[in-house]
């Protein structure tokens, strides 16, 4: 760590909590996907808590597919995590406490969580409290996704993005891309590779049609704390306009999470979601056909991840999200057994992975 961010950590911890507090020690965290730096700063002091956190701000705010597809014509105005955090707090989603942000000099200020995931929080729990903690997970979700929506808001940069055609075959483009080709799992024929993409095509074109609603977009059991008995939602600044399906496929199908979420746990916990969602006043939808939408949203984000996690490798040089291939090529796999239609697809990848077969 820099001696220089160090002391510009404890000038705006001062600054944040008006001279009341000193910095005992400044702590890297270890990272994640982002290019975000997290530290865990100590404090004393009467006038501020024992510890927050400090991200620091790296590179460009934006996704990488926000980039490479050019969605906005200049950088935005605002940083994105402070246009998120103004606006779920405003509907009421828990997010961490900002005690002060500083971005051109590449500081904010946030709330100290703890270390405790849902994940990590659920792992040792019995069925009856999983249920419990996922249900609390969606309560979270569906604040974001029925009480922002009707509080659309478009100064957020989040109402101003959606996942469409073009974003989802972005995404399967970097499938193939890193998830096979630049993955070393073989090379793929011209004709196989048109036969697939089309096969993607199919599924963008059926998720383009269903009506958006405000997605986190990584809302995954990993970007959930627990805290004082709540969930706490983080890493939002991605949020963006997608089918209500998008975020519970990423709460319900991420990583390894069918080491818990179990068939019929996963059924109970859809079944509650569908149940919230009419008693917040929203329409009803058949579980059939909701379900389909969800399976899809399930494969599309598995696919994307897969290539997310090898570009992550070759790329950024963060091999660590590789362990969680073999259990999300198992997913793909079972996921698309669930729809006939789709089943096609998994001979084709089978000459690719192993996991698949």
């Known amino acids: ?42 404090l004393e002091g009467p006038a501020a808590p024992a510890s927050v956190m400090v991200m620091e701000l790296v590179g460009n705010s934006l996704p990488l597919s926000s980039e490479e597809l050019a969605l906005f014509s200049k950088p935005p105005e605002e940083l994105p995590f402070l246009s998120l955090h103004r606006f779920l707090s405003k509907v009421g989603v828990r997010v961490p406490l900002l005690y002060g942000h500083w971005v051109e000099e590449g500081i904010l200020l946030l709330e100290d969580l703890g270390e405790r995931s849902l994940w990590d929080w ?18 979270q979700l569906l ?4 009480l922002g929506s009707r509080a659309r808001d478009d100064s957020c940069i989040a109402f101003r993005q959606r996942f469409d055609f073009r974003l989802y075959m972005w995404e399967f483009d970097h499938f193939i891309l ?4 630049k993955g070393k799992r073989g090379r793929m024929g011209a004709g196989e590779r048109a036969w697939l993409t089309e096969a993607f095509a199919k599924i963008a074109r059926h998720l383009e049609r269903q009506t958006p609603c405000l997605n986190h977009r990584d809302y ?11 969930i706490v939602v983080i890493d939002f600044q991605d949020a963006l306009l997608a089918p209500a399906q998008y975020d519970l496929a990423s709460l319900l199908n991420d990583r390894e999470t069918q080491q818990i979420i179990i068939p019929e ?5 859809l079944d509650y979601y569908l149940e919230r969602r009419e ?18 949203s399930a494969l599309q984000r598995d696919f994307k991840v897969v290539g997310r996690f090898e570009y992550l490798d070759l790329v950024k040089g ?21 729809l006939p239609h789709l089943a096609g697809i998994v001979p084709v990848l089978a000459g690719h992975f192993g996991e698949m077969r």
């Not at 604040?143 to 029925?146: A, D, G, N, P």
């Not at 746990?265 to 916990?269: D, F, G, M, P």
């Not at 008693?279 to 899809?296: C, P, S």
């Open 1 to 42: 760590m820099k001696k220089s961010f160090q002391n510009l950590a404890a000038e705006k911890i001062q600054s944040a909590f008006n001279g009341q507090v000193y910095l005992l020690s400044l702590t890297p965290l270890a990272g994640d996907a982002s290019s975000r730096r997290y530290y865990r700063a100590f």
């Open 122 to 139: 659920v792992r040792t729990l019995p069925p009856d409290q999983v249920l419990k903690w996922y249900e609390k997970a969606i309560d």
């Open 143 to 146: 604040r974001i996704q029925i």
């Open 178 to 181: 890193y998830g096979i080709e």
């Open 220 to 230: 995954h059991s990993w970007n959930l704390m627990v805290h004082q008995g709540e």
């Open 265 to 269: 746990l996963e059924k109970r916990l």
């Open 279 to 296: 008693e917040m006043g929203e329409a009803k939808i058949t579980r059939d056909e909701f379900l389909e939408g969800y399976i899809l």
């Open 318 to 338: 963060k091999p660590g999200y590789k362990r969680y291939l073999p259990a999300t090529l198992r997913r793909l796999r079972r996921n698309l057994e669930k």
